[in-house]
């Protein structure tokens, strides 16, 4: 593991070596950043790769093959990119992408970061891995580990959308539902661990997670062709870990001169969980917890755990963070549907947030647009049948059925 030299603080800068540390700072609890040698490394080495999942960007990863071919473990990413025309045009934009990330095995985004982690706990002989989850970072997780072959422990609260819970179940993890919010399954599952030495892969704790998240930014750097103006990228945020995931890969391909110019990072929230637009907008680094009342439950957090360098993604790359109603999110979904994308509440988000930066100006129609939709419309169907309209009901005979269809003319 040559390639992996060990982590740094994102908040006080401390280096650490790779044994030294497993999850935050020992000073201030901080985030830790990876630090990694990719010297030597050519672009070509993964252009050439004919692998078309996360794999192929192992050279830019600080774990070993991970193994497990003919496994779902190795159909996570290399998820498609769709240049929605008419969409593009209906909103006056000349070029719009959207990756949909339900297309991963468990249908989100976060099996990005669940292979990773899966793969580094069977690398240093963890033999139970766990998280905290609002719903599809454990199914991710458990999904993960069930392919492997591993053992998956997984809090959620309560509240967790009937189908993420079957999903958990299915793929065999010991599920725990907290009687409480995300941010109360999150504090038990870090207690949990120290008690009994589970690898812990919560979001904004283990550091390996924004590794397996930064596979996307590769993704869209092969994916999207290079414009004269950078990629604006809408995407939505909870605990912040993803865009700071996103915003990591394209600071590694800027390091390795892959890239010429970084893309302007947008973060997107429910203005019922708005924690990070928030301190976005007073100007501030720290970050005021809130109490969530969003639908789109996988971006509902009180206090994100990785707020810092979710917020510094938009700051440092010339984005912003934007908040949208919640009844913007679910027209987004019936939205995006209407071009053959199913998106749950926090992927519709995204696409709010692109609607809201284009009716502030803060995006133009010269802006090439990326939207990530981050999880599939499956995830949670109650949202979804809220914007869907009424199935008609007809007797079965074909006077009924001219009848019903009048309503069509
Ligand atoms: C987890 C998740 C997000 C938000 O990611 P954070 O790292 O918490 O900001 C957005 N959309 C979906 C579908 C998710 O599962
Ligand atoms: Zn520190």
Redesign the pocket.
């Known amino acids: 593991m040559q390639k992996f030299k060990g982590y740094k603080c994102s908040v006080c800068g401390s280096e650490y070596g790779p044994d030294e540390v497993t999850y935050l700072c020992p000073k201030d609890n901080g985030v830790l950043d990876m630090v990694q040698d990719f010297s030597g490394l050519k672009a070509d080495a993964i252009r050439k790769s004919t692998d078309f999942s996360i794999w192929r960007y192992l050279p830019l990863l600080p774990i070993d093959e991970p193994g497990h071919h003919g496994t779902p473990m190795r159909a996570v990413g290399w998820t498609p990119v769709f240049e929605p025309k008419a969409l593009a045009r209906s909103l006056n934009l000349k070029n719009l992408w959207i990756k949909d ?1 339900s297309s991963n095995p468990t249908a ?3 099996d990005r970061a669940s292979a990773v982690v899966i793969a580094r706990a069977q690398q240093i002989g963890a033999e139970i891995t766990m998280t905290a ?5 454990g199914a991710a997780l458990a999904g993960m580990a069930a392919a492997a072959g591993a053992q998956a422990v997984i809090f959620a609260p309560k509240t967790a959308p009937p189908a993420k819970v079957a999903q958990l179940l299915i793929f065999g993890a010991r599920v725990l539902l907290v009687d409480g919010n995300y941010g109360a399954a999150t504090a038990l599952a870090k207690e949990a661990a120290a008690e009994f030495g589970w690898y812990c892969r919560n ?2 704790y283990n550091p390996f ?1 924004t590794e397996g ?1 930064k596979t996307a930014a590769f993704e869209i750097w092969e994916q999207v062709p290079e414009q004269k103006k950078p990629l604006s990228i809408f ?11 996103v915003h990591k890969g394209f600071k590694d391909l800027l390091a390795l001169g892959w890239i010429e110019q970084m893309p302007h990072l947008f ?1 997107v929230q429910s203005d019922g969980s708005a924690a990070i637009t928030n301190a976005f907008d007073a100007g501030v680094e720290s970050i005021t917890p809130v109490k969530s009342t969003t639908l ?1 439950d ?2 509902s ?1 009180d206090m ?3 707020g810092l360098r ?1 917020l510094r993604a938009a700051t440092q790359t010339g984005g912003a963070y934007i908040k949208v109603p919640d009844q913007e999110i679910l027209n987004a979904i019936a939205e995006l549907g209407r071009h053959g994308i199913f ?5 519709a ?2 696409f709010a947030g692109l609607r809201a930066a284009l009716n502030s100006g803060l995006i133009g129609a010269g802006d090439p647009v990326l939207v ?4 599939s419309g499956l ?1 949670d169907v109650g949202a979804a049948a809220k914007v869907a309209g009424q199935a008609q009901v007809i007797e079965p005979t074909l006077a009924a059925l001219k009848r019903a269809i009048e309503v069509f003319h």
């Open positions: 990330e989100s985004f976060k989850s609002t719903g599809n970072a979001t904004g997670t998240k995407i939505s945020v909870g605990d912040g870990n993803i865009i700071a995931g973060g789109a996988s971006i957090v994100p755990s990785d979710g998106a749950e509440p926090a992927g988000a995204a990530l939709n981050t999880g995830k």
